[in-house]
C-alpha cells in the first residue's frame, strides 16, 4: 500500500475584482426553502384544564382546537392517550408551515399516575425510529419529519413548587426532548406571588438537575441580550385567550376580570409574547436543530450501538444483534448442543454395557452353579 504525504491546503481569502454571482446563494436557498415549506411539532403536556388549548390558538392565532376538534381537556380519557393533530398555517410571502400539535389527554389526572410518561416516552420514541427507518431507504427523498421538536411542560400554578409528578416527568424526557417548563393560567398569580414561584421553580429544576431547553451561545450583542431577557424570565408563566376585549379603545385579548383586563400581549401581565418571539419568531429553527443534532443523534447512537455491539435495546426488551453475530452465537449454541448429546449418550451407552456385563456375569455365575450340582449328582 502506497502511503501518499498529507498536505496542508491552504485557503487564501480574495477579493473579487468583478461581480461573479455566489453571492445570491442565501436567496437561492431562502426560495427552495419557502417552496418546500417547514414542519414543526410541538407537544403540550400537562394536568386537564390549565389552558392548554386556549394557549396554542392564541400562539398561532388560528382555531386549532374548535367546537369540532375540542381540546384534550374536553376529550379526556381514563388512561393517558398521546394524540395528534395537523394544521397547514400560510403567511405572507407565501411561507407554509405544518404544524403539529401533539397532547397528551388524561396526563396527570389519575389517582395513580405511576408511569403515566410512558406513553409519552414510546410516543417521542416511535417518530424517531420512524425517521431513523426514512433515512435507511433506497428513496430518501420523501423523508416527514414528524420527530418532536418542542415540549411545553404546563405546570400548574399553585405556587408551592413542584409536584413530584412535574420532577419525574421532566427527568424521563429531558434526554429526548427539547422541554420548556410554562407556569400555567399566572393571572391567577400576584406579581409578587408569580415571582417567588418562578424562583421556587428554577431552585428545584437545578437541584434535581432538570435539563431544559438551553439557548444557544451568540456573539451578537443584541441576541445575547434577548436570550438574557428569555433566561431571566424562565419559566415562563402564560395566560392565553380567544376573546378579543376593548381595552381604551384598542382590541386586544385579554380576559375580563371585575377589576380589570389580563392582556394576554402585555408584558407586565404575563410572558406570553416573550414565548410566542422565543418559540416561533427567534428559537423555532434551533429548536429543531438541537432535536436532530442532539436528541436525534443520542437515539440513533444507542439504537446502533445495539446493533453493532449486540446489545439489547431495553425500551423494547428486544435483541437487536447484527446478523453476522446472530449466526455466530447460533453456531455456538449448536456446537454445545451436539456436545451435550454426545455426552449423554456415552453415558447412557456406558450403562447400557455397564447393565449386559452384569447379566452376562450372572448368567455365568447361574451356568456354574448349576454345573456344580449336576457333577455333585453324578459323584453320588
Known sequence: MIERPETAVQSIARNLEGYVG??????????????????????????????????INSLFLTDLYSKDYPGPSQRIKKTVQVEQSKVLIKEGGGVQLTLTIVDTPGFGDAVDNSNCWQPVINYIDSKCEDFLNAESRVNRRLMPDNRVHCCLYFIAPSGHGLKPLDIEFMKRLHDKVNVIPLIAKADTLTPEECQLFKKQIMK??????????????????????????????????????????????????????????????????????????????????????????VHYENYRSKKLAAVTCNGVDNSKGQLTKSPLAQMEEERREHVMKMK???????????MKVKEKKQKLKDSEAELERRHEQIKKNQDK
Not at 455566489?22 to 417547514?38: C, D, E, I, M
Not at 392582556?263 to 416561533?280: A, K, Y
Open 22 to 55: 455566489f453571492a445570491t446563494l442565501p436567496n437561492q436557498v431562502y426560495r427552495k426553502s419557502v417552496k418546500g415549506g417547514f414542519e414543526f411539532t410541538l407537544m403540550v403536556v400537562g394536568e386537564s384544564s390549565l389552558g392548554k388549548s386556549t394557549l
Open 204 to 293: 428545584e429544576i437545578q437541584e434535581h438537575k432538570i435539563k431544559i431547553y438551553e439557548f444557544p451561545d451568540t456573539e451578537d450583542d443584541e441576541d445575547s441580550k434577548l436570550i438574557r431577557k428569555i433566561k431571566e424570565k424562565m419559566p415562563l408563566a402564560v395566560v392565553g385567550s380567544n376573546v378579543v376585549i376593548e381595552v381604551n379603545g384598542r382590541k386586544v385579548r385579554g380576559r375580563q376580570y371585575p377589576w380589570g383586563v389580563a392582556e394576554v400581549e402585555n408584558g407586565e401581565h404575563c410572558d406570553f409574547t416573550v414565548l410566542r418571539n422565543m418559540l416561533i419568531r427567534t428559537h423555532m429553527q434551533d429548536l429543531k436543530d438541537v432535536t436532530n443534532n
Open 340 to 350: 451435550k448429546m454426545e455426552t449423554e449418550m456415552e453415558q447412557v451407552f456406558e
